[in-house]
């Protein structure tokens, strides 16, 4: 038993108040821990929010995939998430991403890294949230073992998210974005995040680009984000 860097993915309820908890580990990667709804007198409810970074201990022989978690903390503060409804929400659509993607994923440091980083950016940010969760989901994907390939643009060229490239027009997939979004994409992956904070993007162009980012990660790792949880929260970017 020792303590682990890790963060939170997604929670599911189980009788009697404890929580299965998915978490990603620096050490060990993805982990299904039982976390009891009070550790040494103090709820765990606040320490178990999704995308929350907490250094834990658990019972080292596991029961199926689940172990017992020990103890609990939150290992950076991240209070600015919670109390904003577009970054609570972020982190929602993070959850519901991260979650199944990363439900196989060994020890993966410079992924769990990218995913701790990217959470204190999002607690801290004053502006340009919006904009960072597509610069956060289409940076991701290198760390998944593929990427969009920036080196294929050209002025005009569309986007394929079966194969990462952009071609020339006509469309060579069934979903693919237009001319105007696909240079977008080309910038998201290629420019610096103060760049793409300030691109000028209203609500439909952030909608298209967040579907184009979910049909090619869901498309690679046979994901289906057409689900409740992700229309609930998509709603929340579309303005619906």
């Known amino acids: ?9 997604k929670n599911a309820q189980l009788p009697g108040g404890r929580v299965v ?8 990667g993805y982990l299904s821990l039982v976390v009891p709804r009070m550790i040494d007198g103090r709820p765990t409810a606040a320490f178990t929010r999704c995308m929350q970074p907490v250094e834990i201990e658990f019972d080292d022989l596991p029961r199926g995939d689940l172990r017992r978690v020990l103890s609990i903390a939150p290992s950076r503060p991240v209070e600015e998430i919670y109390g904003d409804v577009i970054k609570r929400g972020v982190a929602l659509l993070w959850s519901e991403v991260l979650a199944p993607v990363l439900a196989h994923e060994e020890r993966n440091e410079p992924l769990h890294d990218y995913l701790a980083r990217s959470v204190e950016y999002l607690n801290a940010a004053a502006a340009g949230v919006a904009n960072f969760n597509l ?6 994907c290198a760390f998944l073992g593929f990427r969009v390939d920036t080196s294929s643009y050209r ?8 194969d990462g490239h952009f071609h020339a027009p006509p ?7 237009d001319a105007h ?4 994409i080309r910038g998201l992956c290629d420019d610096p995040l103060e760049a793409s904070a300030r691109l000028p993007l209203d609500r439909s162009s952030r909608v298209a680009l ?4 979910l049909h090619f ?20 970017f579309s303005g619906e």
Do not use: C, Q
Request: aromatic share 14%; hydrophobic share 45%.
């Open 155 to 162: 002025r005009g060229y569309l986007f394929n998210v079966t």
């Open 135 to 140: 610069f956060f989901l289409y940076h991701l």
């Open 21 to 28: 908890t998915r978490v990603f580990s620096r050490e060990r």
């Open 171 to 177: 469309p060579t997939s069934p979903f693919t974005p």
């Open 217 to 236: 990660i869901g498309f690679h790792l046979d994901v289906n984000f057409d689900t409740k949880a992700i229309r609930v929260v998509r709603s929340i």
């Open 210 to 213: 967040l579907d184009t980012v």
């Open 181 to 184: 979004h696909s240079a977008l």
């Open 1 to 9: 038993m020792r303590a682990e860097n890790a963060i939170v993915l």
